[in-house]
């Protein structure tokens, strides 16, 4: 059975950082897109960033470039999000989730993710 486990979020004042983590374990395939997301309330669900295990890089959204790093520790089947510069428009609940493949083009489609963790809350202050 397939898990990803989120943590690291908690609340801090804009400009501030938090980094979260995604452990993931049963992964049944040899090759695995991880990508985070995030859903504030009322608002749609976003893609942060995404990362391929065969890939060179991550990809972000406009919105987070420059800020945000996602990394991979693959021998610990974990991912990272680094969110440095925050702001209040970066609170959301944020889910990481797994797909088999993903590309520059395909990395933010939520619904082609099959796995994902249950969420951790980020709040960023004014």
């Known amino acids: 059975r397939v898990q990803l486990v989120e943590s690291g979020g908690g609340s801090v004042q804009a400009g501030g950082s938090l980094r979260l983590s995604c452990a993931a374990s049963?992964?049944?395939?040899?090759?695995?897109?991880m990508g985070w997301f995030r859903q504030a309330p009322g608002k749609e669900r976003e893609g942060v960033a995404g990362?391929?295990?065969?890939?060179?890089?991550?990809y972000y959204a406009d919105s987070v470039k420059g800020r945000f790093t996602m990394s991979q520790a693959t021998a610990k089947n974990t991912v990272y999000l680094q969110m440095n510069t925050l702001k209040p428009e970066d609170t959301a609940t944020y889910y990481c989730?797994?797909?088999?493949?993903?590309?520059?083009?395909?990395?933010?489609?939520?619904?082609?993710?099959?796995?994902w963790g249950q969420g951790t809350q980020v709040t960023v202050s004014s």
């Open positions: 989730a797994a797909r088999v493949y993903c590309n520059v083009a395909t990395w933010n489609a939520g619904d082609d993710y099959i796995y």
């Open positions: 049963g992964y049944p395939y040899s090759g695995v897109c």
């Open positions: 990362i391929y295990s065969g890939g060179r890089s991550a």
